[in-house]
């Protein structure tokens, strides 16, 4: 069942067009990641879905309500946190927490309680002390503790360390268990993959891409660095690109599909070192547009 849907939503700022017919739906009970580069469109789309900024054109509506005209009813159940939290610099975290969760009507005292422990915040400081990281986790807590059925994330975790990130997708595995739906953003494909059921690509105002991640499973390399004892011939290899010798070992990128094959033949040659990195968002476009402006007219993926 849909829950959210953005039909042809247009946002234009003076003559600046930073949404250009951005079509997307998130289904009940789903994690839909919402991923695009700096300046693609992300915040401002979800701006206009919390009925902060209204559409220039196009239709957006959540929970089958109108997000601009029933902006105070969908708020009663959704739970929005920004990339850049600024919060009230004289209250304490753990006021801004019960403040916003009594916003939305919420009185969870042992999950409030529960996440300012994982998150190992002291609520006890006035908000102004806090660093990004911590002001972030505020928001954060506030969310969660909240009994929301949609969760708005905005680049959540973009000043938590590494533990607090981990942290922050158990919250978000725990509500999808609890049949809610979440609209994570983010500009990097590598973090919100292992939680999203669909994502939605978005590049200069429009989505380019959507769909499980099996299906956009095409448009991925995995960037690999390999020494070997005897030299490997990745020639006749199906999916191998970018082949090139350096210091560190021979370096290439493989289609995901075609990694299994890759690895086999490359183990005959003797490993002695191997190295893989996700590709990068940035490098996934750049390809996948190289000269094909056919697919961003139409929205389907061109070349492979
Ligand atoms: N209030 C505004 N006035 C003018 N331009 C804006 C405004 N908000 C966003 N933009 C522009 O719209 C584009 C999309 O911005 P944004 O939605 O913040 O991108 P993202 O969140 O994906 O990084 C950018 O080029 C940004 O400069
Ligand atoms: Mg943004």
Redesign the pocket.
Known sequence: MSLLQVTNLT?K??K?T??DGVNLEVNSGEIFGFI????????????VLLGI?KATEGEVKIFGKDAWNDAVEIHKRVAYVP?DVNLWPNLTGGEVIDLFVKLRGGNNKSKREELIKKFDLDPTKKCRTYSKGNRQKVALIAAFSSDADLYIL??PTSGLDPLMEKIFQECVIEVKKEGKSVLL?S?ILSEVEKLCDRVGI?RE?RIIESGSLTELRHLTRTQMLVQTKEPVNLKELKGIHEIEETEQGLSFQVDTEELDNAIKHISQFGVLKLESSPPTLEDLFMRHYEGTEKAHDTGVGGGK
């Open positions: 946002k700022f003076g600046f930073a949404l695009g580069p700096n300046g693609a469109g992300k915040s401002t789309t979800i701006r900024l990339g905005d680049e953003s500009h978005i105002g």
